[in-house]
């Protein structure tokens, strides 16, 4: 897994290859009957709609060349990023171009191999995109960033969760990004109930911090204080000022953390509460992503020079060498009974994709929201 994200990372530099590395995932001969794929139509001005999308269907070679490996997609990550990697614009990944099959990490089976690091009936993980079965030659394998994953530690919508991408940011946002952090230290944390926020506010109270999420509707701030074990949840939903009154009543020493996944107003709120030294990490700003207008910065940044804080962006391959860290520290919650994942099943396969990605940003998901694409 390290080794393979870390591939994922030097991708980026190079600029390009990844982009070369996607399209030679959809080299295609017969074996199967058909691939159904998703790609990219036509950049989005603002909600994706279905006139951005297309779908094809391709034929899927068998594994005949020494490294060849070819994998049954069984679900997949959908992911606020995907938003920005439809734009043609400069970014951490290059963009995905128009006519390439939609990026997106999945969990699958190996189903032909000509790669003895990968046998038949094991499961990976990778960026292999928005497709039933991906075909990968062994030069394009790190690109995408193809892994074995061990199922017993976790089912295979963990390893797109806790154990996965959105797991990953959350522990090394943490405890990096916003560390070193101390018990009795307040965080609060942004889409609380979320794939990154849930494993974010489980690990901080691990470590004894006290924790305070916020997020959208009573049944998911419920969720983050009954299950998650978070110290409150204000739902920023429940009326005019909500994140305001909750903080003045959750945090009434001040944030000493903030990890920030929406951005906007709710970002520009918590900073009037920063004590002295506080960190923020910016994870994400999905509230700003669908914009068609300018994104504003936050207005009141002064708190960061009046609390001597620090506000930080980071991106999660940056730590690709240290993954184990997190996936054995999770892992070991799980087993122990002291970690709750929890994932938002769609199904309907492929084709159901641009519907189920537009459930994200209208905020219909509770918890991590997966695709599935196929049964075992």
């Known amino acids: 897994m390290l080794s393979a994200s870390k591939m994922l990372t030097r991708s980026t530099a190079a600029g390009g290859s990844l982009r070369s590395a996607t399209a030679a995932v959809c080299i295609a001969s017969q074996r199967w009957a058909s691939n159904m794929q998703c790609r990219l139509a036509a950049r989005p001005i603002g909600l994706p709609k279905d006139s951005d999308w297309k779908f094809t269907e391709e034929p899927i070679p068998e594994a005949k060349t020494d490294g060849d490996v070819v994998v049954k997609t069984l679900a997949l990550s959908i992911d606020p990023a995907m938003r920005g990697w439809m734009n043609d614009a ?19 089976k190996v189903v032909s191999s000509k790669n003895p690091k990968f046998t038949v009936g094991s499961h990976v993980s990778g960026s292999w995109g928005v497709q039933e079965y991906a075909y990968m030659p062994k030069e394009i394998q790190s690109t995408i960033g193809l892994t074995n994953i061990d199922m017993k530690l976790g089912n295979v919508s963990q390893w797109l969760n806790p154990l996965g991408m959105p797991g990953m940011t959350a522990y090394f ?5 916003c560390g070193p952090v101390k018990a009795g230290e307040t965080i609060v944390v942004s889409a609380a109930s979320g794939a990154v926020g849930q494993t974010v506010g489980q690990v901080a109270k691990a470590r004894g911090l006290r924790v305070v999420g916020i997020a959208g509707g009573a049944e998911k701030c419920a969720f983050a ?8 949840c204000i739902d920023y939903k429940s009326g005019p000022k909500a994140v305001s009154k909750g903080l003045s009543e959750h945090c009434p020493k001040g944030v000493d953390i903030f990890f920030d996944n929406v951005g906007g107003e709710i970002l520009d709120t918590v900073m009037t509460r ?12 999905i509230s700003q992503y669908n914009n068609t207008t300018a994104v504003e910065g936050p207005a009141n940044y002064l708190s960061l020079l009046v609390n001597r804080a620090k506000m930080q962006g980071f991106i999660v391959f940056d730590y690709a060498p240290r993954y184990m860290e997190g996936i054995q520290e999770i892992s070991q919650l799980i087993k122990e009974g002291k970690f709750i994942s929890k994932e938002h099943v769609e199904s309907g396969g492929v084709k159901a994709f641009p519907a189920v990605l ?13 695709l599935k694409i196929a049964d075992e």
């Open 274 to 285: 920063l004590r002295r030294n506080a960190r923020i990490a910016i994870c994400g700003a």
């Open 173 to 177: 946002g943490l405890l990096d990004v």
């Open 90 to 108: 400069r970014s951490y990944l290059p963009p995905v171009q128009i006519d390439e099959v939609m990026r997106a990490g999945g969990v699958g």
């Open 358 to 370: 537009n459930k994200l940003f209208a905020g219909e998901n509770f918890g991590k929201l997966v």
């Open 225 to 232: 204080v009954n299950e998650l074990g978070f110290d409150a």
